[in-house]
């Protein structure tokens, strides 16, 4: 995804594009960049998943998860520039499957796992305790734990990512000579009022 040059090719100077074209190459990275790490997530999730000696790390579990639907989500709300993915994508996939139902279950449990009013992880009860002689004698406060995400979601929700960044990846690289093709022949009179990149405070991610 990083442009890599040769010694003797490293530019003297980045000028930012803020042209429509590159404003969409600018969201289709983040997409890709989001979409990785959806992929990264599920492989930890897996691996966490596996059985063993141990019983399951739910914190680990739970904040990876939500970190994958969470990535997952941004990938299909990037700007307005034509750059996002949309359920049309999704069929464009080829995978085999009820894809845009379970996008849109991914879509709503990220809205519950990101809740800033409800638990995501269990649902809490208060009731009126009653001795032998049918007095109340307190309080009972219950729980009902919600179940880890299953290992069949994790894989399932991996492979739509990993279709989807093949997607994205080859639009990147179709647009990418399109954009430079713009620019090529332009004069170097032209180029230079192009506003510079701050290179030494400029994040490696930012240099497209």
Same mark, same amino acid.
């Given at each position: 995804?990083?442009?890599? =040059?040769?010694?003797?090719?490293?530019? &003297? %100077? $980045?000028?930012?594009? #803020?042209?429509?074209?590159?404003?969409?190459?600018?969201? /289709?990275?983040?997409?890709?960049?989001?979409?990785?790490?959806?992929?990264?997530?599920?492989?930890?999730?897996?691996?966490?998943?596996?059985?063993?000696?141990?019983?399951?790390?739910?914190?680990?579990?739970?904040?990876?998860?939500?970190?994958?639907?969470?990535?997952?989500?941004?990938? =299909?709300?990037?700007?307005?520039?034509? &750059? %996002? $993915?949309?359920?049309? #994508?999704?069929?464009?996939?080829?995978?085999?499957?009820? /894809?845009?139902?379970?996008?849109?279950?991914?879509?709503?449990?990220?809205?519950?796992?990101?809740?800033?009013?409800?638990?995501?992880?269990?649902?809490?009860?208060?009731?009126?305790?009653?001795?032998?002689?049918?007095?109340?004698?307190?309080?009972?406060?219950?729980?009902?734990?919600?179940?880890?995400?299953?290992?069949?979601?994790?894989?399932?929700?991996?492979?739509?990512?990993?279709?989807?960044?093949?997607?994205?990846?080859?639009?990147?690289?179709?647009?990418?000579?399109?954009?430079?093709?713009?620019?090529?022949?332009?004069?170097?009179?032209?180029?230079?009022?192009?506003?510079?990149?701050?290179?030494?405070?400029?994040?490696?991610?930012?240099?497209?």
């Amino acid at each position: 995804m990083m442009p890599h =040059f040769a010694p003797a090719d490293q530019p &003297a %100077t $980045l000028r930012r594009l #803020d042209t429509s074209s590159a404003v969409t190459l600018v969201h /289709l990275s983040a997409t890709f960049e989001d979409l990785q790490t959806v992929l990264r997530c599920c492989e930890r999730l897996v691996t966490a998943l596996t059985p063993g000696e141990d019983p399951p790390d739910d914190l680990l579990i739970e904040a990876v998860w939500t970190t994958a639907l969470l990535s997952y989500g941004r990938c =299909f709300s990037y700007g307005r520039a034509g &750059a %996002t $993915l949309t359920e049309t #994508d999704l069929a464009a996939t080829n995978l085999k499957g009820d /894809l845009t139902n379970w996008h849109k279950v991914l879509l709503k449990l990220q809205d519950h796992y990101t809740s800033r009013t409800t638990n995501p992880r269990e649902v809490f009860s208060i009731g009126l305790a009653q001795g032998q002689d049918g007095a109340a004698n307190g309080i009972a406060i219950t729980s009902a734990r919600q179940p880890l995400v299953e290992d069949l979601a994790v894989r399932q929700t991996g492979a739509v990512a990993l279709a989807l960044s093949d997607m994205v990846s080859a639009r990147i690289t179709a647009l990418q000579p399109n954009i430079f093709a713009e620019y090529k022949d332009t004069p170097r009179s032209e180029l230079d009022k192009l506003p510079l990149f701050d290179v030494s405070n400029t994040p490696e991610r930012d240099l497209l």
